[in-house]
C-alpha cells in the first residue's frame, strides 16, 4: 500500500519561508508533483520532479521562489518555498506517479498521478 505523508505547512508572514516535506512509503520508484489548492479554485500544479531528480518543472508564479528536491534514500521530496507571498496560501497535496527506475520524466497532469496526500495548509499573512 502506498503512503504519502506531507509535514511543513503553516502559517508565516510574506516574504518568509517554509519547507514542505513528503515521505513516500510502499512504492520504490516514483516521479511526484506538489499541487496546491485555494479556496474555490482549481488543484494546480506548482512543481514536479523525476524519479531521478534530475529533472524538474516549476510553474511561472513560483519559478526563482521555490525548489524541488528529493532525497531518495530516505523517501522523502522536498518544496522548499521562499519570498512567500499571500497569494500562496492554500492547501499543498504531494503526488506520486508510477513510473521506470529508468525513466526521467516528471508529469504535469493531475490525472498523471497515481497517489496523493492528504494535504498541508499553508497560510501566507500580508
Known amino acids: 500500500q502506498v503512503q504519502l505523508v506531507e509535514s511543513g505547512g503553516g502559517l508565516v508572514q510574506a516574504g518568509g519561508s517554509l519547507r514542505l516535506s513528503c515521505v513516500v512509503s510502499g512504492r520504490t520508484s516514483y516521479a511526484v508533483g506538489w499541487f496546491r489548492q485555494a479556496p474555490g479554485k482549481e488543484r494546480d500544479l506548482v512543481a514536479a520532479?523525476?524519479?531521478?531528480?534530475?529533472?524538474?518543472y516549476y510553474t511561472d508564479a513560483v519559478k526563482g521562489r521555490f525548489t524541488i528536491s528529493r532525497d531518495n534514500a530516505k523517501n522523502t521530496v522536498y518544496l522548499q518555498m521562499n519570498s512567500l507571498k499571500p497569494e500562496d496560501t492554500a492547501v499543498y497535496y504531494c503526488?506520486?506517479?508510477?513510473?521506470?527506475?529508468?525513466?526521467?520524466?516528471?508529469?504535469?497532469?493531475?490525472?498523471?498521478?497515481?497517489?496523493w496526500g492528504q494535504g498541508t495548509q499553508v497560510t501566507v499573512s500580508s
Open positions: 520532479i523525476s524519479w531521478s531528480g534530475g529533472r524538474t
Open positions: 503526488a506520486a506517479a508510477n513510473t521506470a527506475y529508468t525513466s526521467v520524466n516528471y508529469y504535469t497532469g493531475r490525472d498523471e498521478y497515481d497517489y
